[in-house]
């Protein structure tokens, strides 16, 4: 899966190349390449940014760098249709079935905004591009950040953990809040490790009795009760 992420920071996406989104780019799973937008500007103070058309406070980021940047990435594979990511509170929530859906793509390029983002006819464009697989416009949650990067390092570690090689053990994804047939519209319940008694707490007996019957029923009744507490809103939990 090939990745590309255009920012102002490219510093922001460092991060990236540790853990496990680092070990898949060692092993050859995951490319990424991290772009700064500036490269792609014309002017002395390398702008990106102007004062927005209709007035009003802040700023927004300029079309022509971005699209001289999006151009100049997509033609460095000709033979490939990349997908255009543009990370913003207004788009659709990103979430677990998103990452699974997404995870089989061969290339995204992630334009992160900063300001009042990105000027609208930049994803108008792409999404109109023949030689483009779409555009995505995307959230990670009811909240305004200053900028987009954050919300790459989300989404490509959640992408990262669903390509196969990536983590150790495959099945455990499937266990994972929001995952697998089981989990899909839960999140998952309590975990417990040795010492089997910490400060006089206990572990839950039925964890040690090595019966997997009894072990699966009781993590099922525990997401299960999790998910009325924490999460009602992910749909009616008996
Ligand atoms: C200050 S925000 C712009 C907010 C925009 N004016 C609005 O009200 O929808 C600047 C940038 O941060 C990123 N951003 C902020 N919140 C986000 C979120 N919840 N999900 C994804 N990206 C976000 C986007 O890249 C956005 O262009």
Not at 101 to 124: H, K, M, P, Q
């Amino acid at each position: 899966m090939r990745l590309d992420v255009v920012s102002i920071f490219p510093a922001y996406l460092e991060p990236l190349r540790l853990s496990l989104v680092g070990k898949g780019i060692e092993a050859g799973i995951i490319e990424l390449r991290v772009h700064d937008l500036r490269d792609w500007t014309s002017d002395r103070h390398r702008t990106v940014d102007d004062t927005p058309y209709g007035g009003g406070p802040g700023m927004v980021m300029k079309p022509e760098p971005w699209g001289a940047a999006l151009d100049d990435i997509r033609s460095s594979d000709p033979g490939k249709r990349p997908a255009l990511v543009i990370p913003t509170p207004s788009g659709s929530v990103f979430t677990q079935r998103t990452a699974e859906s997404w995870s089989s793509d061969t290339w995204l390029i992630f334009a992160c905004g900063r300001y009042e983002g990105i000027d609208a006819r930049v994803a108008a464009h792409y999404g109109e591009r023949p030689d483009w697989s779409g555009v995505r416009e995307v959230s990670i949650g009811d909240f305004v950040l200053a900028g987009g990067e954050a919300a790459v390092l989300v989404m490509v570690e959640a992408l990262a953990r669903l390509q196969p090689g990536i983590l150790g053990n495959e099945e455990s994804a499937l266990d994972d809040s929001f995952s697998g047939e089981q989990m899909g519209d839960l999140v998952e319940g309590p975990v417990f490790t040795k010492p089997p008694v910490w400060r006089d707490r206990a572990v839950p007996e039925v964890l040690l009795s090595g019966h997997h019957g009894r072990i699966a029923q009781w993590r099922q009744e525990q997401a299960r009760a999790r998910t009325a507490a924490n999460r009602p809103d992910l749909g009616e939990v008996t």
